[in-house]
T-cell receptor
Framework: GAVVSQHPSRVICKSGTSVKIECRSL??????MFWYRQFPKQSLMLMAT?????????EQGVEKDKFLINHASLTLSTLTVTSAHPEDSSFYIC??????????????FGAGSRLTVL | GQNIDQPTEMTATEGAIVQINCTYQ??????LFWYQQHAGEAPTFLSY??LDGLEEKGRFSSFLSRSKGYSYLLLKELQMKDSASYLC??????????WGAGTKLIIKP
């Protein structure tokens, strides 16, 4: 089955520093990956769609200069939270679909990264 | 606007049956998904419905009525490990996933 690896699972950083989160599709190529954010007791909020070889598509209200996304290969997308602040503390989850985004193609999620900014 | 409604929380007893409802209003429809999410973990896929009717998969079943914009997830023979949030998501006409807020299911012994 499709496996998505996300790293790190937990990170604690000081305010003002940058944090990079990696998302890898281990056994399939993912031209499209998705980055979500989830606050406690809330549902998933799509932040951006990461497209291999091109710029990411950001959802309304998500600062592209703060949340840098790079999808340099068919198996790796990275999310960098720049100049992190305590309000950026959240659970970040990436996902990818083996067969693209249409129809019955199921999203496989990474295990998530819990970011705590002090 | 696009909207998906699910109950916020439900409680059920171990060994019993519970039905979690989901209603949706979206621009187009290209399938409905149910995901399970344990606290602090990523969601895992449970079921997919694109045609009307019931899809059964072991203890879990999912039902869809497109004309009513309605789905439910039925969990039988509940186990303590079924305590989790259950997320309903619909693919709209652009194949974008619209997520519900999730239903937290609490199982009591």
């Amino acid at each position: 089955g499709a496996v998505v690896s996300q790293h790190p699972s937990r990170v604690i950083c000081k305010s003002g520093t940058s944090v990079k989160i990696e998302c890898r599709s281990l056994d399939f190529q993912a031209t499209t990956m998705f980055w979500y954010r989830q606050f406690p007791k809330q549902s998933l909020m799509l932040m951006a769609t990461s497209n291999e070889g091109s710029k990411a598509t950001y959802e309304q209200g998500v600062e592209k200069d703060k949340f840098l996304i790079n999808h340099a290969s068919l198996t790796l997308s990275t999310l960098t939270v720049t100049s992190a602040h305590p309000e950026d503390s959240s659970f970040y989850i990436c996902s990818a679909s083996r067969g693209g985004i249409s129809g019955a193609n199921v999203l496989t999620f990474g295990a998530g990264s819990r970011l705590t900014v002090l | 606007g696009q909207n998906i409604d699910q109950p916020t929380e439900m409680t059920a007893t171990e060994g019993a049956i519970v039905q979690i409802n989901c209603t949706y209003q979206t621009s187009g429809f290209n399938g409905l998904f149910w995901y399970q999410q344990h606290a602090g973990e990523a969601p895992t896929f449970l079921s997919y419905n694109v045609l009307d009717g019931l899809e059964e998969k072991g203890r879990f079943s999912s039902f869809l009525s497109r004309s009513k914009g309605y789905s439910y997830l039925l969990l039988k023979e509940l186990q303590m490990k079924d305590s989790a949030s259950y997320l309903c998501a619909v693919k709209d006409s652009n194949y974008q996933l619209i997520w519900g807020a999730g239903t937290k299911l609490i199982i009591k012994p």
